[in-house]
T-cell receptor, first 113, second 114 residues
Framework: GNSVTQMEGPVTLSEEAFLTINCTYT??????LFWYVQYPGEGLQLLLK?????DKGSNKGFEATYRKETTSFHLEKGSVQVSDSAVYFC????????????FGKGTRLSVIA | EAGVTQFPSHSVIEKGQTVTLRCDPI?????LYWYRRVMGKEIKFLLH????????ESGMPNNRFLAERTGGTYSTLKVQPAELEDSGVYFC????????????FGPGTRLTVT
């Protein structure tokens, strides 16, 4: 079945450091890929998405590229801020249909000033 | 526009008791999903409603869990009787009937069974 593997946390970075959170997936067909973020005390928010191979999703300075050849969707940001401290979830689903999402375990990011 | 809301935000009950969680989706969203995250593990799918019908309940762990969506609006998830392993955060999400099918999540209900 479909599955998502993302790097274990927690990740602690200094402000303005470069961030990479690795995510790889196993899926049949051509899934869509998502990064969700959960800020402290809040619900899950869609951060970015990519619906086909080589698509790059971007939002709030975060980027991730859908790499079919390596079945990956790594999240990157060039310069993190304290306000980026949150839990990040990689997820797989179908953007063309209403199907459940398959999530990774989540990576907690703490950014210190 | 109001987002997905869930009630309560936190519930602490004893083993063997009953708890009912509620989810109000975004108005007009036909699709409603329940997910659960247990002890820092991955968020796992429980079930999916399309309007008032259960489209997929393959993720429901056992028959102690009962979900309803009367009238195709809000949904409830009842756990009866609760067990220790039911502790976790229960998320609800909704999406519209036609594309794009982005799922909007609620803040979750943290359930603690002691």
């Amino acid at each position: 079945g479909n599955s998502v593997t993302q790097m274990e946390g927690p990740v602690t970075l200094s402000e303005e450091a470069f961030l990479t959170i690795n995510c790889t997936y196993t899926a049949t067909g051509y899934p869509s890929l998502f990064w969700y973020v959960q800020y402290p005390g809040e619900g899950l928010q869609l951060l970015l998405k990519a619906t086909k191979a080589d698509d790059k999703g971007s939002n709030k300075g975060f980027e991730a590229t859908y790499r079919k050849e390596t079945t990956s969707f790594h999240l990157e940001k060039g310069s993190v801020q304290v306000s980026d401290s949150a839990v990040y979830f990689c997820a797989l689903g179908s953007y063309s249909g209403n199907t459940p999402l398959v999530f990774g375990k989540g990576t907690r990011l703490s950014v210190i000033a | 526009e109001a987002g997905v809301t869930q009630f309560p935000s936190h519930s602490v009950i004893e083993k063997g008791q009953t708890v009912t969680l509620r989810c109000d989706p975004i108005s007009g969203h036909d699709n409603l999903y329940w997910y659960r995250r247990v002890m820092g593990k991955e968020i796992k799918f429980l079930l999916h409603f399309v309007k008032e019908s259960k489209q997929d309940e393959s993720g429901m762990p056992n028959n102690r869990f009962l979900a309803e969506r009367t009238g195709g609006t809000y949904s409830t998830l009842k756990v009866q009787p609760a067990e220790l392993e039911d502790s976790g955060v229960y998320f609800c999400a909704s999406s519209q009937a036609s594309g794009p099918y982005e799922q909007y999540f609620g803040p979750g209900t943290r359930l603690t069974v002691t």
